[in-house]
């Protein structure tokens, strides 16, 4: 069973109360359980941590690399146009991600514009509300499934 760890990072504990206008209704529990049921009905191991502290973030990518984790998918959050040391470590770990954002950071303020992982990341979701969450962990299971069937197992 492939290992899929999904980070989300500061203030998204907040989701369901959180600028609404942006974020959505749905609260963030609410999210993750429609990840774990997914991820169980796609053959997936699906971990989810959320932080506000980004050396916790970090933490949990060196982790990942230890656990045999074989995908990320990661909502950076404010994280995104600020730090380089969550970008090293996944860049460090060599683990596979997809970047995702509920609203879209490309029609926002300038400054959530740049993001420090899209370049990096398998692909990047935003926009879509909390079904990002769910797009990516399909798109994580046929990476995995497409990975595995070239390499014979």
């Known amino acids: 069973m492939s290992r899929v760890l999904i980070l989300n990072g ?39 941590v ?14 990942a690399a230890r656990d045999g984790t074989d995908f990320i998918i990661i909502n950076p959050a404010a994280f995104t146009h600020t730090s380089v040391a969550l970008r090293d470590a996944l860049a460090a770990t060599g683990i596979p991600f997809v970047e995702v954002h509920l609203s879209n950071i490309h029609g926002r303020e300038a400054f959530r514009r740049h993001s420090y ?34 390499r014979g197992t």
């Open 10 to 48: 500061p203030n998204l504990d907040l989701l369901g109360s959180r600028e609404t206008e942006h974020y959505g209704h749905e609260t963030l529990a609410s999210i993750e359980e429609r990840c774990r049921i997914l991820g169980g009905e796609l053959g997936l191991e699906v971990e989810q």
């Open 50 to 63: 959320q932080s506000n502290a980004e050396h916790e973030l970090v933490e949990t990518v060196h982790r």
């Open 117 to 150: 992982f899209s370049d990096l990341a398998r692909g990047t979701i935003s926009g879509l509300g909390p079904a990002v969450y769910e797009l990516a962990i399909r798109g994580a299971s046929g990476w995995l499934d497409a990975r595995s069937d070239t």
